[in-house]
């Protein structure tokens, strides 16, 4: 087996030791926060000293590029199959797309937090990472089905670029509403029995929302 604190002898090797400093990394971003994160305590956590460490990633900030376009690629991914697999109407695409948002907020936490809410680290210099990365921008999936809708004549004709935002403001607020619906059901104790699941009921009612938005 070889060693983490000595120099990988395989482009596997490499690899595998670069996605446990991603997975490590991610986690300590999240429960630490950007200025609470170090990387000793990272390297600590996966046994490999610090100058090891910096064969992989030269600063927290170049860390933290790495893990967000690992995770925003992932997302995008996910996004452009439902697209492409989808065989419906535009606007059940839409419900399809809103649901994985809010589903993955809820489901890959760390990756969410790294990918929105997580700063980024401050630097005076700009690492390899940094110098090579290109826009990945999900929202680009979203356009593109927005305009094949308004040529359908599904939605209303208007601008892309501001219908998008907009949607996409609506949803992402949404994913704080629904944290703490599911939230106020685990914390509040005795409760009287609901014949609705607050979950669905919100994401039923921010479709509705969403389809005003979309059609007016």
Request: no cysteine; charged share 30%; aromatic share 16%.
């Given at each position: 087996m070889t060693s983490k604190n000595k120099p990988a002898r395989s482009d596997e090797d490499k690899q595998k030791n670069l996605d446990e400093i991603i997975d490590a990394g991610r986690e300590l971003f999240v429960k630490k926060g950007t200025y609470g994160f170090s990387t000793r305590a990272l390297a600590k956590k996966i046994k490999m000293t610090q100058g090891n460490l910096y064969n992989y990633v030269k600063s927290k900030r170049e860390l933290w590029i790495a893990i967000r376009?690992?995770?925003?690629?992932?997302?995008?991914?996910?996004?452009?199959?439902?697209?492409?697999?989808?065989?419906?109407?535009?606007?059940?695409?839409?419900?399809?797309?809103?649901?994985?948002?809010?589903?993955?907020?809820r489901n890959e936490y760390r990756r969410f937090q790294m990918m929105f809410m997580v700063p980024a680290p401050p630097s005076d210099e700009i690492g390899p990472i940094e110098k090579e990365y290109e826009l990945i921008n999900p929202l680009e999936v979203v356009k593109n089905a927005l305009k094949k809708a308004m040529d359908a004549g599904e939605i209303r004709k208007t601008d892309v670029d501001q219908l998008s935002y907009t949607i996409y403001a609506l949803i992402h607020g949404a994913t704080a509403v629904e944290r703490d619906l599911l939230w106020t059901d685990k914390i509040l104790e005795p409760q009287p029995k609901k014949s609705r699941d607050p979950v669905k009921a919100f994401r039923d009612y921010l479709f509705e929302q969403m389809l005003k938005i979309l059609k007016s």
């Open positions: 376009s690992e995770d925003m690629k992932i997302f995008k991914k996910r996004l452009q199959s439902i697209a492409d697999t989808h065989e419906e109407s535009y606007i059940l695409l839409f419900k399809r797309m809103m649901n994985f948002y809010l589903d993955f907020a």
